[in-house]
């Protein structure tokens, strides 16, 4: 258990001195990722997620808002999604909102993935919002899609001024130690938002306590069971 360090330290001694155990527990958790977490299962749950808000038959734009593309697992995993783009049925572009840190962008642009750069600066922004406000309403996404809290907050902004039809927030974190004023933001935005998309149940049961999010408007990337 968590709450019980004594616990926790016999347990993770018990895997150093029982090679077999180890090897069992390591098994076990290669067929768990590779079950609920490949990049074809999240594909799909992405697939479900925009295939139930967007009404129209046919294939959704799609803007992704990130903070920045550098070296991160929300980053990583972004390219990988987009590598399944063609499988999930999306026209895809994507949005950085750093001007200089952005060490994946060459990662996208291989996959052929249109980015734009948008050099946010300073704690609010009004040229950050009206240059993706403006990006929106020149090319008429259906969906977009934030990742992080700037993104979050800039991005969901911009596209109910620009009358997007759906806003997804895509959160990867518990973050546990997320600041006051923050959170009161994310509920803010959390009116402003259709559906969020989470990679864990611990993250979903957070943001429903923490945000007060109805769990019905939370999508899981993965559909996993606990045992």
């Given at each position: 258990?968590?709450?019980?360090?004594?616990?926790?330290?016999?347990?993770?001694?018990?895997?150093?001195?029982?090679?077999?155990?180890?090897?069992?527990?390591?098994?076990?958790?290669?067929?768990?990722?590779?079950?609920?977490?490949?990049?074809?299962?999240?594909?799909?749950?992405?697939?479900?997620?925009?295939?139930?808000?967007?009404?129209?038959?046919?294939?959704?734009?799609?803007?992704?808002?990130?903070?920045?593309?550098?070296?991160?697992?929300?980053?990583?995993?972004?390219?990988?999604?987009?590598?399944?783009?063609?499988?999930?049925?999306?026209?895809?572009?994507?949005?950085?909102?750093?001007?200089?840190?952005?060490?994946?962008?060459p990662e996208f642009e291989k996959?052929?993935?249109?980015?734009?750069?948008i050099k946010h600066k300073g704690?609010?922004?009004?040229?950050?919002?009206?240059?993706?406000y403006m990006l929106m309403r020149?090319?008429?996404?259906?969906?977009?899609?934030?990742?992080?809290?700037?993104?979050?907050?800039?991005?969901?902004?911009?596209?109910?001024?620009?009358?997007?039809?759906?806003?997804?927030?895509?959160?990867?974190?518990?973050?546990?130690?997320?600041?006051?004023?923050?959170?009161?933001?994310?509920?803010?935005?959390?009116?402003?938002?259709?559906?969020?998309?989470?990679?864990?149940?611990?993250?979903?049961?957070?943001?429903?306590?923490?945000?007060?999010?109805?769990?019905?408007?939370?999508?899981?990337?993965?559909?996993?069971?606990?045992?």
């Amino acid at each position: 258990p968590v709450s019980n360090p004594q616990a926790m330290a016999e347990a993770i001694e018990s895997l150093i001195v029982n090679n077999a155990l180890k090897q069992h527990i390591i098994n076990i958790a290669r067929e768990r990722v590779n079950q609920y977490f490949s990049v074809a299962v999240m594909a799909k749950r992405h697939e479900d997620m925009y295939l139930s808000v967007v009404s129209r038959r046919m294939i959704p734009k799609v803007l992704y808002i990130i903070d920045n593309l550098a070296f991160g697992g929300a980053q990583r995993q972004l390219i990988e999604i987009l590598k399944g783009r063609k499988t999930i049925g999306i026209d895809p572009d994507l949005c950085s909102l750093s001007g200089d840190n952005n060490e994946l962008l060459p990662e996208f642009e291989k996959i052929n993935v249109k980015v734009t750069v948008i050099k946010h600066k300073g704690f609010f922004s009004l040229p950050t919002l009206m240059r993706l406000y403006m990006l929106m309403r020149k090319n008429k996404y259906d969906i977009v899609n934030t990742y992080l809290f700037t993104a979050d907050f800039y991005g969901r902004l911009a596209a109910k001024l620009a009358s997007v039809p759906v806003v997804i927030s895509s959160v990867r974190s518990t973050d546990l130690l997320k600041e006051k004023h923050k959170v009161l933001v994310d509920r803010l935005l959390a009116l402003l938002t259709d559906r969020f998309i989470t990679n864990s149940i611990a993250v979903k049961e957070i943001i429903v306590a923490r945000e007060k999010i109805p769990s019905f408007n939370i999508g899981d990337e993965v559909d996993v069971k606990i045992d």
